[in-house]
């Protein structure tokens, strides 16, 4: 279990003989060789294009003008970078907490399930399978105020609904319930995840006497930790990447969807949707401001970058600590 | 399997090529202007616009009536085609030959950035008459003298109210001055023993719906720039505009207001509030009428210049459209714009496609033909088009964040979220005045 | 029932957690299924009906699902969707599979932070990354095609990678380095031991791979809007677009036919996913 430490790898690797290490070398470059390529492509070439970008005014048409430093002061005047800035740490923190814990919770039910597993699998999924202009939409007509389902079935039980996309307050509450809605995808890793969970170390930890919930938190969540790092990070990315939802719940809330997600109002209501991407796109291609949108960008990778790199050494840690306990 | 793609890469890339350098050769006078094409000329034009089913089979008909006047031309018309598209496919070096954009926010960015080509060389050498456009229409296609856009048809804004709802509360004029339209707005309106709102008179949210400040501003006689060119929106017709729109939304009560708004329709749909008769009286396009008389045929409703807060402003109104141009880099400019003067100008496609798909006719001709289908509900924006006191769209090279900015205000305003009106329509006017200066233009 | 008696005799507490644990997946199922049951009401309304509070239709409007087939090409975008999601989700498998596996499973310097710059690679909005890709597939000529879109699943796409590496990471190093013992080179240990251990991992991460594409929609917008010939599926919705107007159930029919290829696939895919019985023989 503790095969995965770094120092493993030097005591294995000291001892090799020099041929079998470069030969080990080359393993490892043809199994990436792919990847490095497209990685420089794909990744690297944008990446140093959009830092380039950020320094220049750059209307996207005529050649980019060196500017210094100007995009990177601007974003201390606009308002609106902060609301943005706002809108999307709220989304990291709260949805990627709900995501996980919710995709964690369903898988666990799921993976308990002793018949009917394939249709409530597919049930569950169902929705990840729709376009996400769609999911949103539908979801909107589910949450309509006052004569909706949902209010239909919160009056029910006497509570009067919030007005969900309409409200400033509960725009975000009611993004994050359309996220969770179609986060199938995450509950199938997960469920995958816990089925790989070899079956000996159960019926072991049953012998000892654990119960279901014990179990579960001992042998369960431990294994499939690097599945649950994939889904912490996985649900940061997407909440900082966060913008068809965001852009089509805020045409809906101010009475114009369109079936494509295409709209003139973003942000709406009160700028509650108006995510740092929705923003960053708005600055690149509504007015025509690619490089303040890209020092946009380039603010967002930078941080996002930092803050994820800490939480996955972090977070390794702690499950190496875990691992390293009962295993070692 | 990795290096079938790579080589695929390879042969098209050379092969586009060759094609590129066979149809770079194309025509050009002396002077640098590209000359019409032949009457009996072979080519091909490729025409991006945003339109879809069957909005752009009827533009698809209208720019194949362009064989008239050139039988071997081919027009290749590709719809959906948004303006994002369309910058993507000028900076890349492949656009089309015209593009049409919905929307004329853009029109400053497409003058001033030189996306589109400047036209003016082209109506000189044609002594197109400009004066058959009317003068709004011919602003929004304009940038700083500029004019790097042609109209294709245009949108004309004006009042909808519900003749039965107005009927009910005992008024039969549409409302002429704003002051009647907030009167007629609380009288229309009724209200649930509750006091939950059932049918509202008039919905004065911003960005709701048409409740676009561009769209609302004529009526105020509110400006959007001063003589410095600086935005001025720290004027009294504006405060006017928003004291009108808080004194309605406290009539309603704000939170109150949130709730019905909330529960009502989408507009891209039958749902729409006024089709299911909840609101009396609204701002809307023309194009409205066309919807109303297929989805609600059941709601008896009247169409009106919409009220001004000053007599003498009666019959002003917003208008947009569909702007056409010659995108940089265009392959045959001279065959380009010889498709857009004829989409531009020639009557009988304009009053055909008007027609087809329920616009108004972008030229003073068009406006005045006869067999422009127009019945009681259209004539009022048809008269509103000849009217002459309408306003475009106001042009910067910013897309729309100056309506962003004011509309966000609005917004907040209207929410009780601005203690101080005029310091914040000042704040208003500097975030439009940054983002100007950081375009640069 | 018949589960919890084939391994136990008659256990009370068994069976009322049965009882509880299915009570429980019947109501998560019913829930996330209950809006994709909306979507089809409303794909049977008339258009004066779709979209108004009345969710039930008035009258049922089964010819929705024709008129759409004579509105759109459906069937040659059909075809283009499972060019486009066939070719990325295979090379998307070509490329990850490997390299999850040099960073989950070989030893190497550097390796976390090669690592950390995958998945940092996630963290460029795509809206910017967009403009330079756009213009350099415009200079290969390249654009008008899917094949900017499926090109990069052949070498790299972060996302799979990094689940694929987590999954590999879940499988024990014993069995990897009991492969070594036994002489396999690496490339053996991977196609013997890891791909067949780490197939529930790789089902679902070609299942997302393909559903991924199959409703992408600006991808296919940038790349192939100018020549409806290329158009995938997802772009069909544009087709019930006005520019006023929405037949919304016309739009919600294609949205219910786009996602059936895509729930036959997931029928059987998810085999992959219940507990294989390949661990069972694994570990000697």
């Given at each position: 279990m503790t095969?995965t430490l770094e120092?493993?790898d030097?005591?294995?690797a000291?001892?090799?003989?020099?041929?079998?290490r470069?030969?080990?070398?080359?393993?490892?470059?043809a199994?990436l060789?792919?990847?490095?390529?497209?990685?420089l492509?794909?990744f690297g070439?944008?990446l140093?294009?959009t830092?380039?970008f950020?320094?220049?005014?750059?209307?996207l048409?005529?050649?980019?003008e060196?500017?210094?430093?100007?995009?990177?002061?601007y974003m201390?005047?606009?308002k609106?970078f902060?609301?943005?800035?706002?809108?999307?740490?709220w989304?990291v923190?709260?949805l990627?907490?709900?995501?996980?814990?919710?995709?964690?919770?369903?898988a666990?039910v799921i993976?308990?399930?002793?018949?009917g597993?394939?249709l409530?699998?597919?049930l569950?999924?169902?929705?990840s399978l729709a376009?996400?202009v769609?999911?949103?939409?539908?979801?909107?007509?589910?949450?309509?105020?006052?004569?909706?389902p949902?209010?239909?079935?919160?009056?029910w039980?006497g509570?009067?609904?919030p007005?969900?996309?309409?409200?400033p307050?509960w725009?975000k509450?009611?993004?994050?319930a359309?996220m969770?809605?179609?986060?199938g995808?995450?509950?199938?890793?997960?469920?995958a995840a816990i089925?790989?969970?070899p079956q000996?170390?159960?019926?072991?930890a049953?012998l000892d006497?654990?119960?279901?919930?014990?179990?579960?938190?001992?042998?369960?969540?431990?294994?499939i930790?690097?599945?649950?790092l994939?889904?912490v990070v996985?649900?940061?990315?997407?909440?900082?990447?966060?913008?068809t939802?965001?852009?089509?719940?805020?045409?809906a809330?101010s009475?114009?969807a369109?079936?494509t997600g295409n709209?003139?109002?973003?942000?709406?209501?009160e700028n509650s949707?108006l995510?740092?991407?929705?923003?960053l796109?708005?600055?690149?291609?509504?007015?025509?401001?690619?490089?303040?949108?890209?020092a946009?960008a380039?603010?967002?990778?930078v941080?996002?970058?930092?803050?994820?790199?800490v939480l996955?050494?972090?977070?390794r840690?702690a499950?190496?600590?875990?691992e390293?306990?009962p295993?070692? | 399997?990795r290096?079938?793609?790579?080589?695929?890469?390879?042969?098209v890339a050379?092969?586009v090529s060759l094609t590129?350098?066979?149809?770079?050769?194309?025509k050009?006078?002396p002077g640098?202007?590209?000359?019409?094409?032949?009457?009996?000329?072979?080519?091909t034009?490729?025409?991006?616009?945003?339109y879809?089913?069957?909005e752009?089979?009827?533009?698809?008909?209208?720019?194949e009536?362009?064989?008239?006047k050139?039988?071997?031309a081919?027009?290749?018309?590709?719809?959906?085609?948004?303006?994002?598209?369309i910058t993507a496919?000028?900076?890349?070096g492949?656009?089309?030959?015209v593009a049409?954009?919905?929307?004329t926010d853009?029109i400053?960015?497409f003058?001033s950035?030189?996306?589109?080509?400047?036209l003016k060389?082209y109506?000189?050498?044609?002594?197109?008459?400009?004066s058959q456009?009317p003068?709004?229409?011919r602003?929004?296609?304009?940038?700083?003298?500029n004019?790097?856009?042609?109209?294709?048809?245009?949108d004309v804004?004006?009042?909808?109210y519900?003749?039965?709802?107005?009927?009910?509360?005992g008024?039969t004029?549409?409302p002429k001055?704003?002051?009647?339209?907030?009167?007629?707005?609380?009288?229309?309106?009724k209200?649930?023993?509750d006091?939950?709102i059932?049918?509202?008179?008039?919905?004065?949210?911003?960005m709701?719906?048409?409740?676009r400040?561009p769209?609302w501003?004529?009526?105020?006689g509110?400006k959007?720039?001063g003589p410095d060119?600086k935005?001025?929106?720290?004027?009294?017709e504006?405060?006017?505009m928003?004291?009108?729109?808080?004194e309605l939304?406290?009539f309603?009560?704000?939170?109150n207001?949130?709730r019905f708004?909330?529960g009502l329709?989408q507009?891209f749909?039958?749902d729409?509030?006024?089709h299911?008769?909840?609101?009396?009286?609204?701002?809307?396009?023309e194009?409205r009428t066309?919807f109303?008389?297929d989805?609600a045929?059941?709601?008896?409703?009247?169409?009106?210049p919409?009220?001004?807060v000053r007599?003498?402003?009666y019959?002003a109104g917003?208008?947009?459209?569909?702007?056409?141009g010659?995108?940089?880099g265009a392959?045959n400019p001279g065959a380009?714009?010889e498709?857009?003067?004829?989409l531009?100008?020639d009557?009988?496609?304009?009053v055909?496609?008007?027609?087809?798909?329920k616009?108004i006719p972008?030229?003073?001709?068009a406006?005045?033909d006869?067999r422009?289908e127009?019945?009681?509900?259209?004539?009022?924006?048809?008269?509103l088009?000849?009217?002459g006191?309408?306003?475009?769209?106001?042009?910067t090279?910013?897309g729309?964040a100056?309506?962003k900015?004011?509309?966000?205000?609005?917004?907040?305003w209207?929410?009780?979220?601005?203690?101080?009106l005029?310091?914040g329509?000042?704040?208003?006017?500097?975030q439009i005045?940054?983002q100007?200066?950081?375009s640069?233009k | 029932?018949t589960?919890v008696?084939?391994?136990?005799?008659v256990?009370?507490?068994?069976?009322l957690?049965?009882v509880?644990?299915?009570?429980?997946?019947l109501?998560?199922?019913?829930m996330?299924?209950?809006?994709?049951?909306f979507v089809?009401l409303?794909?049977?309304?008339?258009?004066?009906?779709?979209?108004?509070k009345d969710l039930?239709?008035?009258?049922?409007?089964?010819?929705?699902?024709?008129?759409v087939?004579?509105?759109?090409p459906?069937?040659?975008?059909l075809?283009?969707?499972m060019?486009?999601?066939l070719?990325?989700?295979?090379?998307m498998?070509?490329s990850?599979?490997?390299a999850?596996?040099?960073?989950?499973?070989l030893r190497?310097?550097?390796?976390n932070?090669?690592?950390?710059?995958v998945?940092g690679?996630?963290?460029?909005?795509?809206q910017?990354v967009a403009v330079?890709?756009?213009?350099?597939w415009?200079?290969l000529?390249l654009t008008?095609?899917?094949?900017?879109?499926?090109?990069p699943?052949f070498?790299?796409?972060?996302?799979?990678?990094?689940?694929?590496?987590?999954f590999?990471?879940?499988?024990?190093q014993s069995?990897v380095d009991?492969?070594r013992?036994d002489?396999?080179t690496?490339?053996q240990?991977?196609v013997r031991?890891i791909?067949?251990?780490?197939r529930?991992?790789i089902?679902?991460?070609?299942l997302f791979?393909?559903?991924?594409?199959?409703n992408?929609y600006f991808?296919?917008?940038?790349?192939t809007?100018?020549r409806?010939?290329e158009?995938?599926l997802?772009?069909?919705?544009?087709?019930f677009?006005?520019?006023?107007?929405?037949?919304?159930?016309?739009?919600m029919?294609v949205?219910l036919?786009?996602?059936?290829?895509a729930?036959?696939l997931?029928?059987?895919?998810?085999?992959s996913?219940?507990?294989?019985?390949t661990f069972t023989g694994?570990?000697?």
């Amino acid at each position: 279990m503790t095969a995965t430490l770094e120092r493993v790898d030097v005591v294995r690797a000291a001892p090799a003989r020099g041929r079998s290490r470069a030969r080990h070398r080359r393993t490892v470059l043809a199994f990436l060789a792919p990847a490095i390529l497209g990685f420089l492509l794909f990744f690297g070439y944008p990446l140093v294009a959009t830092i380039a970008f950020s320094f220049t005014k750059y209307d996207l048409i005529n050649p980019p003008e060196w500017i210094g430093l100007e995009n990177y002061s601007y974003m201390l005047a606009d308002k609106l970078f902060r609301t943005a800035v706002y809108n999307t740490l709220w989304l990291v923190v709260v949805l990627t907490a709900a995501r996980v814990v919710f995709a964690l919770g369903v898988a666990s039910v799921i993976a308990r399930l002793k018949s009917g597993v394939g249709l409530v699998r597919t049930l569950c999924y169902l929705p990840s399978l729709a376009p996400p202009v769609a999911a949103t939409l539908v979801f909107f007509l589910v949450m309509r105020p006052n004569d909706g389902p949902l209010d239909a079935f919160l009056g029910w039980f006497g509570i009067e609904g919030p007005l969900w996309f309409a409200d400033p307050a509960w725009s975000k509450p009611g993004i994050t319930a359309v996220m969770l809605w179609v986060s199938g995808d995450l509950m199938i890793i997960i469920l995958a995840a816990i089925l790989d969970v070899p079956q000996e170390q159960y019926e072991a930890a049953e012998l000892d006497g654990a119960g279901p919930l014990r179990r579960w938190w001992h042998i369960t969540l431990p294994s499939i930790s690097p599945v649950l790092l994939f889904g912490v990070v996985n649900s940061i990315i997407l909440a900082l990447q966060l913008f068809t939802q965001a852009v089509v719940a805020g045409s809906a809330a101010s009475g114009s969807a369109d079936v494509t997600g295409n709209t003139k109002i973003l942000g709406f209501p009160e700028n509650s949707t108006l995510t740092f991407p929705v923003w960053l796109y708005t600055q690149g291609f509504r007015y025509f401001d690619m490089g303040y949108a890209a020092a946009m960008a380039t603010v967002l990778f930078v941080v996002s970058f930092a803050a994820t790199a800490v939480l996955v050494q972090r977070l390794r840690k702690a499950s190496y600590q875990e691992e390293g306990g009962p295993g070692a | 399997m990795r290096k079938v793609p790579r080589a695929a890469l390879l042969c098209v890339a050379a092969a586009v090529s060759l094609t590129a350098c066979a149809a770079g050769a194309g025509k050009s006078d002396p002077g640098g202007l590209a000359a019409a094409p032949g009457k009996d000329d072979k080519f091909t034009l490729t025409v991006w616009s945003n339109y879809s089913g069957r909005e752009q089979d009827e533009v698809t008909k209208a720019l194949e009536s362009f064989k008239k006047k050139y039988p071997n031309a081919e027009i290749k018309h590709e719809g959906s085609q948004d303006d994002d598209k369309i910058t993507a496919g000028i900076r890349s070096g492949n656009p089309p030959d015209v593009a049409l954009s919905f929307t004329t926010d853009n029109i400053g960015q497409f003058c001033s950035s030189g996306s589109f080509q400047e036209l003016k060389p082209y109506v000189e050498r044609d002594k197109v008459d400009l004066s058959q456009i009317p003068d709004a229409v011919r602003s929004y296609t304009e940038y700083k003298g500029n004019r790097c856009a042609m109209p294709m048809l245009s949108d004309v804004y004006g009042l909808y109210y519900n003749k039965e709802l107005l009927g009910a509360a005992g008024i039969t004029t549409p409302p002429k001055t704003t002051a009647e339209l907030l009167d007629f707005a609380k009288r229309a309106t009724k209200k649930a023993p509750d006091g939950s709102i059932e049918v509202a008179g008039f919905l004065p949210t911003m960005m709701f719906y048409n409740n676009r400040p561009p769209i609302w501003a004529p009526h105020f006689g509110a400006k959007w720039a001063g003589p410095d060119g600086k935005s001025a929106l720290a004027s009294p017709e504006w405060a006017e505009m928003l004291k009108f729109q808080k004194e309605l939304v406290d009539f309603y009560g704000y939170d109150n207001l949130e709730r019905f708004r909330a529960g009502l329709g989408q507009e891209f749909s039958a749902d729409h509030a006024f089709h299911q008769q909840k609101i009396a009286m609204m701002i809307d396009g023309e194009y409205r009428t066309a919807f109303l008389k297929d989805q609600a045929p059941q709601v008896k409703f009247g169409t009106a210049p919409f009220p001004t807060v000053r007599p003498d402003l009666y019959g002003a109104g917003f208008t947009a459209g569909t702007i056409m141009g010659i995108p940089k880099g265009a392959k045959n400019p001279g065959a380009s714009w010889e498709l857009i003067k004829h989409l531009s100008f020639d009557t009988e496609t304009i009053v055909t496609l008007a027609n087809g798909i329920k616009n108004i006719p972008s030229t003073k001709a068009a406006l005045a033909d006869p067999r422009l289908e127009v019945d009681e509900n259209f004539k009022t924006f048809i008269d509103l088009a000849t009217g002459g006191k309408l306003q475009g769209n106001p042009v910067t090279p910013i897309g729309d964040a100056h309506i962003k900015a004011i509309g966000d205000f609005a917004t907040s305003w209207q929410a009780g979220k601005v203690p101080d009106l005029m310091a914040g329509l000042k704040e208003v006017d500097q975030q439009i005045d940054d983002q100007v200066a950081k375009s640069g233009k | 029932m018949t589960a919890v008696l084939d391994r136990k005799p008659v256990n009370w507490k068994g069976a009322l957690d049965w009882v509880a644990v299915h009570s429980l997946g019947l109501a998560l199922g019913l829930m996330f299924a209950l809006p994709i049951v909306f979507v089809f009401l409303t794909a049977v309304m008339s258009d004066n009906q779709a979209f108004t509070k009345d969710l039930w239709p008035h009258e049922w409007h089964w010819g929705n699902f024709v008129e759409v087939f004579d509105k759109a090409p459906l069937l040659k975008y059909l075809g283009n969707s499972m060019l486009y999601s066939l070719l990325a989700t295979a090379g998307m498998l070509l490329s990850s599979i490997p390299a999850a596996y040099a960073l989950a499973k070989l030893r190497w310097r550097g390796r976390n932070a090669v690592f950390l710059l995958v998945v940092g690679a996630m963290m460029l909005p795509p809206q910017v990354v967009a403009v330079p890709l756009y213009d350099t597939w415009s200079s290969l000529g390249l654009t008008g095609s899917l094949w900017p879109l499926i090109v990069p699943y052949f070498l790299f796409d972060a996302f799979s990678i990094f689940l694929l590496r987590q999954f590999i990471l879940t499988i024990p190093q014993s069995y990897v380095d009991a492969a070594r013992v036994d002489g396999c080179t690496e490339f053996q240990a991977l196609v013997r031991i890891i791909v067949p251990m780490a197939r529930p991992g790789i089902a679902a991460t070609a299942l997302f791979c393909f559903l991924y594409t199959w409703n992408d929609y600006f991808g296919p917008l940038l790349y192939t809007g100018e020549r409806p010939d290329e158009w995938t599926l997802s772009l069909a919705l544009s087709s019930f677009k006005g520019m006023h107007h929405v037949q919304w159930n016309l739009a919600m029919a294609v949205t219910l036919l786009i996602m059936v290829p895509a729930v036959v696939l997931f029928v059987f895919a998810q085999r992959s996913f219940v507990k294989g019985i390949t661990f069972t023989g694994v570990k000697g």
